[in-house]
């Protein structure tokens, strides 16, 4: 399979990476495409057998399929700007955030489409990927995509499109959200005088041990908290404080905003 990536960033290069690492494809038989030219002697030094071209000088694209990895706010230039015509054999992946296969389909003019959602654990190969396709992709095709897909972490087809911008909000934009109380975590250890990089280290630990407790465990995320929390103990206190200033509501406000955005950013 010849593949092309259409926007070498974080994640065109993330999929790239995995792709080649698992030998689902030829280095010789990737293209990857830049916006500026300076970007391309960097990514030859980790793509040395690679095709690699500005948008600007791609004429053409000899690939089964394109990987459409540029922002949402970038992709109608890209489509309105493109020098080259989709064949009718060649598939379309876009992993854009809020763009609905049905505009992809109109601004390309070509009916082969796949959308799915990544994360960034993509990068480590444990990321998860929700996906959905077009009609009038075959079985055999959605396969050869999920076999790429696979190459990044886990990935879950879903048949209804709309589910996707949930999917956005929940996991495509969920390492953020695990980052940002990681933080809050660690800023309140160097408050109590811990040292930073202890309190990365206490915190990050306590992150791996409760996940894998999460994953391992018959119980409930209730009877979770329970075992940690004695009455009148001090997991008690800061789950108070977190129950009186609604904490809960606040984070499932934010990711169900997050979902709101992936609607607007089909425009
Ligand atoms: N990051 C995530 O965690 C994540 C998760 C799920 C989905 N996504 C989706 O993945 C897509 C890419 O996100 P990202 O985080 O990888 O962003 P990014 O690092 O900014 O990558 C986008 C790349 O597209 C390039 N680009 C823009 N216009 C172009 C053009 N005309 N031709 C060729 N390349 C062009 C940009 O070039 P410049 O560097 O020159 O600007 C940039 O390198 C987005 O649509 C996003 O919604 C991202």
Redo the contacts with the bound molecule.
Sequence with gaps: MKIAI???????LSFSKSFLKYELIKPEHLHL????ET?ISKIAEDFPKSKIST?EETQELDADLIIV????Q?FQ??AQNFKFTLKENQMVLS???GIKIEKIQKLLNHPLVVRA????PTLLGMGITGYTAADGISFSQLINVERLLNSTGRSVYLENEDLLDGVTALS?SG?AYFYYIIDAMIKAGVEMGIEENLSQLFVKQTMLGAYHLINNSEKSLEELIKDVASKGGTTEAALKTFEDKNFKDILKSGILNAEKRAKELNG
């Design positions: 259409l926007g070498a960033g974080n994640m065109g495409i830049t916006r500026s970007k948008f990895a540029v922002k949402p970038d230039h890209v992993i854009m955030a959602m990544p994360n960034s495509g390492p």
